[in-house]
């Protein structure tokens, strides 16, 4: 019997995960997943977790520098960075060891560069009309004549002679010759 792979409910979700290396847990007895996660987590290895178990996901929290994802509203969201993750990034600033001497060349450099003197102001555009090739046509309006303007006018009227048949024309020249 022939086994068609691609009816399997889960085939998409195989070939994803086969595109990802795997990772060992380093743990001798089975724990569940939520547990194993978390000691990696906290391992300082850096991993992206996504998960819907809230419990974890408030544990998860508390590791510092530890992204969260989530879905929603079909669109993988990235979690805020937590408490934990802020207290440890201004820990690490404050033993960079900026002293003050530093701080007060760094404002002096920015005030000097960033002076009101070299601030180009940025002419505004003006506005402008619609498209002339997008815009349809006025139409004309008939002017209204009165009716002083139609008793001035004249008509011009020709006076056109009879047109006559040219057999018709040489029997009466036959005629008033007599013949």
Known sequence: MFLNYSDLPLYGAKIVINGFKL?????????????????MAKRREKFFIATQEKALTEKL????????LYIAFNAIMLEAPSEASRNIEKYRLKDLGITEQEKNTIKL?????????????????KKKGPNPLSCKKKKVKPNIISQEHIKKKRKCTRKHKAKTNPTV???SAFKANGN
Request: charged fraction near 30%.
């Open 109 to 125: 450099l920015k005030s000097g560069t960033f002076s009101e003197e070299t601030i180009e102001v940025k002419k505004r555009k």
């Open 23 to 39: 990772q060992d847990c380093r743990h001798k007895k089975p724990v569940s997943p939520s547990i194993c996660l978390l000691r």
């Open 61 to 68: 929290r508390n590791v510092p520098g530890t992204p969260l």
């Open 169 to 171: 024309l040489q029997q």
